[in-house]
């Protein structure tokens, strides 16, 4: 009997090209991995895992329209406007390009924004991911360092006073301040040399700390897996597979987001026109001529801008200015150091303090922003709107959304602790509806927090881990 | 150097001067004790720190003058240092005894004190020491005595003074000398040449020649203006000077603080025996004209001066008040001059522009104006002037309806540019050929002084022309708004049908994930 020849199918390319590449690398380890690799399900919804995704898919786009932008953007006092107007105008594409540019800059930082809160709220950046929590932390300052240095690139009226607004808070800082803000400078004012400083910054500088710091966050996130929900919270679910099932969704997820910033881009060329997000070129800057009346920083440094707005010119023998950037630099330094501070979560177990946290951040910060875009302050025209009717209206918007946010966290989530929030939401009122003075408010807030604090480590029905 | 002392002194120089310390001479320290009524020092610290802030030699020239009794105590000293002069200014004013002496409250009767206040010292107003000290003449050294005579080192008045003027009682009733006076420097090219080259030296020959002059100098009416009527007396300065009388802006004011007046202008008549009317300055100030100047502060627009000129002011004749608006309006003047109502205008002896413009009302021009109906300007004057008008009604119609069409064609462009512009269209060649089409525009209108279709459909050629072109711009950039549109629309079209391609296929995955654990779980 003749034995029957071997019947293999032939290999196809992809396969022949597949067992090449892995005789010499050993692709293998690699596929396994991915093979492996799963989403951890159940406790939390599986949204806020896509949130980072989205922050790289915005990324991605930065990445592309920059480079595109790069082509024809020439950085000199007498070609920066000239280019960007020259792009917007003349080459093909480019008012995409550009408004592409800006619109994705601004949903990246919304989107980071989301996801550092998601990962707060959370609890993702408990023991084993204490550097993760860090990396992403240092790439939000990095997002907010490429907001800073391109938003004065197309030396327009706007983007040089704002600047010059910017960079000028940086005399705050003790004793290298005048310093600091000349290195930022490149001299005692913002001049084309600022320019060139902030054109080195954006394109080169920061796209290469970035991409380091970026690698090491996704590397860590390789290596450690996505957090899962928290232990108590956690039923025994089989994870999503996340080659292809998950990048399938995150995929979609991008899709989606690319064709809601092509209606953007359409819709709203230069942006929704509220202060912080416009980016209509309109006159060259003069650095000459009087200050551009009502300048705003981005929204996502408005909070910052309307602190050092609520500081009297002295306080504690300080600064003014100088004391709100203490009080910035503290906040950032707690947020930073959230994984050491967070001992309970990081034994697996229920931190409502920290949970708070977050909710309080979230209720300071939106106060701030939205007296800063003088929401309800409408003053007569070429008036300056009323501050105190601006307070007002900002607290009862506030009061009313955290209010909501306390029912729903009360009835769904069985959430009892609120000391920081709700401590937040007394300096809001205090300031907003009673009239009385920011920082006086804080400081009222502040102690009622403590006592509170103290009071609760003594009631053991208010104790965390009591009720979540 | 301190052993070179005892060298120098040897050699018979005196010691090297010692640097300035800023201290006061004893009879000025003695100053500073003196109390008014309240008890208080009437000299404060910031008098101290004004005076150490002078000179060594101003503050010993202040200190002589306190121990000669020029500066008669601390309420003198006190009022003159409030004028925080230069330290040169303080100079000149510390070493002339007119100023010392006519500021010392304690010796001058308050008809001829100076003051700082002179409502609190009921001081005439013209004896405004801070007005004095902002002249023009003393800041150019020219001090009381270059008018009044006299010589201000002396320590008492000497008889010149009352030779130079004429007697107290007549040169109040007849002004007549002031012109002449005045004019003893300002009509001399020699002298002037010393103190300001540029200033014109002509002023006095104009005056004589003004209706003012002839009225004060030939009829001896001291109602009329002279030089000290405009210009005022101790506190005169440059026209360039927002606080002088003469300055664009002011002029108005000066000019009607008699013009405006019925009182004071009753009597005087125009040249065809009418009463001369006194609305001028309210007129002037509705006026497009008295808008500019006095609200916009557009200091090329024309002032009283402007038309009727400054120091040779006259009424302007009927033959020279077109030659007026021509000065700043030029080509419109052009334009008529070459037009049928040239002669028409000079036959019955009218005004040109003033007879459609108006004199000192005039207000903004609009094409409301061109009107051929029996009510309206051009149809009104038609009808009683020029019988039969049928083609000269026609023409004005003509240029009414061919600027209303283009004025609504441009109101229409504006919106769509901007419109076009916040759409993220590129707008800069819509705006840039709109301001062409304004440009066009108003040399129109300004071709309607042609009173000729020939001539105003040159410019109405050009206005209809960027009006096209702004069209044209327009719809290109609506063409590629569409385009951005479709192209959007087509983008969306094929990300929306890989977005539902992923959907069914995530779909799928999910199906075939439940199937695999049912089938690890019945294994």
């Known amino acids: 009997m003749i034995p029957a020849p071997h019947l293999e199918a032939p290999a196809s390319t992809a396969q022949r090209v597949y067992r090449w590449l892995d005789a010499r690398f050993g692709l293998g380890k690699v596929v396994e991995f991915a093979r492996h690799k799963e989403v951890p399900l159940g406790g939390h919804s599986l949204v806020w895992y896509y949130l980072g995704g989205t922050t790289l898919f915005f990324l991605s786009v930065q990445l592309v329209s920059g480079v595109l932008l790069l082509m024809y953007y020439q950085p000199g006092e007498a070609t920066s406007y000239e280019s960007i107007r020259y792009i917007t105008a003349r080459v093909p594409f480019g008012w995409l390009v550009r408004s592409i540019h800006c619109w994705s800059a601004h949903l990246m930082i919304l989107s980071l924004v989301l996801h550092m809160f998601s990962t707060m709220l959370l609890k993702a950046y408990r023991k084993p991911r204490e550097l993760t929590w860090l990396t992403g932390f240092v790439l939000f300052a990095i997002a907010l360092g490429f907001g800073f240095s391109g938003y004065l690139l197309p030396w327009n009226e706007l983007s040089f006073f704002a600047t010059a607004v910017g960079t000028d808070s940086v005399k705050s800082v003790p004793l290298i301040g005048q310093w600091l803000l000349e290195v930022m400078r490149g001299g005692p004012d913002v001049t084309i040399n600022t320019l060139y400083r902030f054109f080195a910054l954006h394109i080169v500088i920061l796209p290469l700390v970035l991409l380091a710091v970026l690698s090491l966050h996704l590397l860590f996130i390789q290596l450690q897996g996505m957090a899962p929900a928290m232990a108590h919270q956690r039923p025994d679910r089989p994870g999503l597979r996340f080659f292809p099932d998950f990048l399938a969704r995150d995929l979609l997820l991008w899709l989606v987001c690319l064709i809601f910033l092509s209606v953007l881009v359409y819709l709203l060329p230069y942006g929704p026109g509220i202060p912080g997000m416009e980016w209509e070129l309109g006159k060259k800057a003069n650095p000459l001529a009087p200050a551009y009346p009502g300048i705003k920083p981005e929204w996502y440094f408005l909070w910052v801008y309307q602190l050092l707005k609520e500081f009297p010119p002295h306080l504690l023998g300080m600064e003014g200015p100088q004391a709100a950037l203490l009080v910035v630099t503290v906040l950032m330094a707690i947020w930073a150091l959230v994984p050491w501070l967070d001992r309970r979560a990081s034994r697996g177990q229920s931190s409502p303090e920290f949970t708070d946290l977050a909710i309080a951040a979230i209720i300071f910060m939106s106060y701030l922003t939205l007296k800063a875009w003088d929401i309800g302050g409408k003053g007569l025209p070429g008036k300056l709107p009323d501050p105190r009717s601006t307070s007002w209206v900002c607290a009862w918007i506030v009061l009313a959304l955290s209010s909501a946010i306390a029912v729903l966290r009360i009835l769904a989530y069985g959430q009892r602790w609120m000391f920081f929030s709700g401590a937040a939401l007394l300096q809001v009122v205090l300031n907003g509806v009673f009239g009385l003075d920011y920082l006086i408010s804080g400081a009222i807030a502040l102690v009622l927090v403590v006592a509170g604090v103290v009071a609760s480590r003594r009631a053991p029905a208010l104790r965390p881990g009591v009720t979540r | 150097m301190n052993a070179l002392v005892p060298l120098l002194l040897l050699l018979g120089a005196g010691p090297p001067p010692g640097p300035d310390d800023g201290k006061l001479p004893p009879s000025l320290e003695k100053l500073f004790e003196e109390k008014g009524k309240d008890g208080q020092p009437i000299l404060g610290e910031s008098d101290r720190a004004y005076l150490r802030k002078l000179p060594l030699h101003t503050r010993e020239l202040i200190a002589k003058d306190v121990d000669a009794v020029t500066i008669g105590g601390a309420r003198h000293l006190k009022a003159l240092l409030s004028l925080e002069l230069s330290s040169q200014a303080a100079a000149i004013a510390f070493s002339d005894n007119c100023i010392l002496c006519h500021t010392d409250p304690e010796s001058q009767k308050p008809i001829h004190l100076f003051s700082p206040d002179p409502k609190a010292t009921r001081s005439a107003d013209h004896l405004n020491l801070k007005d004095f000290v902002s002249d023009v003449h003393f800041r150019r050294g ?61 002023q006095l020959s104009k005056y004589e020649e003004s209706r003012h002059g002839i009225l004060l100098l030939q009829q001896k009416d001291s109602k009329a203006a002279q030089c000290v009527s405009c210009h005022g007396v101790h506190g005169i300065r440059g026209p360039k000077s927002r606080q002088s009388k003469v300055h664009p802006q002011a002029i108005p004011e000066t000019c009607g603080r008699c013009h405006a007046d019925p009182k004071y202008m009753a009597g005087y008549q125009t040249d065809d025996g009418k009463p001369l009317p006194t609305n001028q300055l309210a007129e002037f100030k509705e006026s497009v004209h008295g808008k500019a100047l006095l609200e916009k502060g557009d200091l090329g627009a024309p002032a009283c001066n402007s038309c009727h000129g400054n120091h040779a002011a006259m009424p302007p004749a009927v033959s020279s008040v077109s030659q007026v608006c021509r000065t700043c309006h030029a080509q419109n003047g052009t334009f008529f001059d070459g037009s049928k109502h040239k002669q028409a205008f000079e036959k019955h002896r009218w005004p040109e522009c003033e007879k459609c413009h108006g004199k000192h009302q005039i207000s903004k021009p609009t094409d409301a104006l061109i009107s051929a109906t029996p009510d309206g300007l051009c149809g009104a004057c038609h009808e009683a002037n020029a019988g039969d008008n049928r083609e000269c009604n026609e023409t004005a119609r003509y240029f009414r309806s061919s600027l209303a ?54 410019g109405a050629k050009v206005a209809r022309e960027g009006v096209a072109k702004t069209e044209k711009l327009e719809e290109a950039a609506r063409a590629e708004q569409r385009y951005r549109r479709n192209g959007l629309l087509v983008s969306i079209g094929l990300m929306s049908f890989l977005a539902v391609v992923m959907a069914l296929k995530i779909r799928g995955l999910g199906r075939r994930r439940t199937h695999e654990a049912e089938h690890r779980r019945t294994r």
């Open chain 2, 405 to 458: 069409d283009l004025v609504a064609q441009r109101e229409t462009l504006r919106p769509e540019a901007e419109r076009l512009a916040s759409s993220g269209l590129d707008a800069e060649p819509i705006f840039a050929s709109l301001e062409e089409l304004d440009e066009a525009l108003v040399q129109t209108r300004t071709r309607v002084h042609t009173f000729d279709r020939g001539g105003f459909d040159q």
């Open chain 2, 142 to 202: 020219l001090s009381c005595s270059g008018c009044h005579g006299g010589s201000p080192d002396k320590d008492v008045m000497t008889p010149d003074i009352a030779e130079r003027w004429p007697k107290a009682d007549a040169r109040h009733v007849d002004r007549s000398w002031i012109p002449d006076f005045c004019g003893r420097c300002h009509a001399d090219p020699a002298f002037m040449r010393g103190f300001n080259p540029s200033l014109p030296t002509d």
